[in-house]
């Protein structure tokens, strides 16, 4: 029997923020992908996220907040271009990482001197981060609530398939999104993204006023980051539409373990050969990223190959994903 309560229900709103508020691990939904939480301000109860995700504690966790007036108790400072962009985004799919009040989630932040907040706009997130607040619950600190370096999950089922039946799970349904945050630093001098995600460059661009652009490699040291990640059992392989159906003219009869996900219908494909049509709006393909890449896992699928994404900008958090999921 796996405890799961409807994110809809006001008692089991209650219910999960009595348990975050008691330093207990709540998985809950948020739009993007659903997390794993506990309370920030309690640096045990963070610890027990890294153990239950076998995540090294160096690597920094999100932490998310009701609104931007607790937000604020996180941050020494909120720097003007992270204020831009909570005004323009939130609450929506966007993480900004600022300086760290010293006092707060130094757990949560991996002990670094600053801290990603982010708030969501899934009603059962809002409503969870409310309801526990109003127990003494400044914000909660919840990467994706996936085992480390696997597909972060979009639906309920998933995470009980990651964690088991013990762990309560606040069901939103399936998210929106599909798709981690976007993730802006602007702990700096100057901003850059971390982590592509729904919303785009030029639209991040536009309300925070500057450029955003991409963090140097040498930056980038944190999971979500790693080249290998998001990454299903099956192995990935990423490649233009033609050398896919040149590929699949090669096939012989040995197809059986082999997944093809691409927009285009491939011709010349095998029997035995799965295909899942990719959908050609990127909102719709991020919605449904992971839980195709899960359901062509549990179908005993060894290898998925995928068609390139198309070039534009709005396909950036679509393509980062799946090229790291090709990584691993
Ligand atoms: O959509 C999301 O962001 C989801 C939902 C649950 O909100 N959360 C999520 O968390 O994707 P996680 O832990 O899987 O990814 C967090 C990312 C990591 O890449 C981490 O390195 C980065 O955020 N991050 C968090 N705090 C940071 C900081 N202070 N400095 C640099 N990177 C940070
Ligand atoms: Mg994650």
Excluded at 145 to 162: I, K, L, Y
């Amino acid at each position: 029997m796996s405890v799961r309560l409807v994110g809809t229900d006001a008692a089991d709103v209650e219910e999960a923020a009595r348990r975050l508020a008691a330093g207990e691990l709540v998985a809950f939904a948020t739009e993007t992908v659903y997390g794993l939480g506990a309370r920030a301000d309690d640096d045990t109860a963070v610890a027990k996220i890294f153990a239950a995700k076998g995540r090294p504690r160096g690597h920094p966790l999100i932490v998310h907040v009701a609104d931007v007036h607790a937000a604020e108790a996180f941050a020494a400072t909120i720097p003007a271009v992270a204020g831009r962009l909570m005004q323009a985004f939130w609450p929506g799919p966007l993480t900004v990482i600022v300086p760290r009040e010293p006092q707060m989630a130094a757990a949560a932040a991996g002990g670094r001197p600053t801290i990603g907040l982010r708030c969501p706009a899934h009603a059962a997130a809002h409503d969870l981060l409310v309801a526990a607040q109003r127990l003494g619950v400044p914000g909660v600190a919840a990467p994706s609530a996936n085992s480390f370096g696997r597909v972060s999950p979009t639906t309920a089922e998933h995470v009980v398939a990651e964690f088991g039946p013990d762990l309560v799970v606040l069901d939103g349904g399936p998210c929106r999104v599909g798709i981690e945050s976007a993730i802006v630093d602007a702990s700096g001098t100057h901003p850059m993204l971390l982590r592509p995600g729904i919303l785009t460059r030029a639209r991040l661009e536009e309300a925070a006023g500057e450029p955003l652009p991409d963090a140097d490699a040498s930056a980038a040291a944190a999971p979500g980051t790693l080249p290998a990640h998001y990454a299903p059992r099956a192995r990935v392989r990423l490649m233009q539409s033609s050398m896919l159906h040149t590929a699949l003219q090669m096939l012989g009869q040995d197809t059986l373990k082999l997944a093809v996900y691409s927009r285009t219908v491939p011709s010349g494909v095998a029997t035995g050969v799965r295909h899942r049509r990719m959908p050609s709006r990127p909102e719709q393909a991020a919605h449904e990223l992971f839980s195709v890449l899960r359901e062509l896992d549990d179908e005993g699928v060894q290898l998925i190959w995928v068609e390139d994404p198309p070039p534009g900008p709005e396909w950036d958090g679509v393509r980062d994903r799946l090229t790291r999921a090709a990584a691993a």
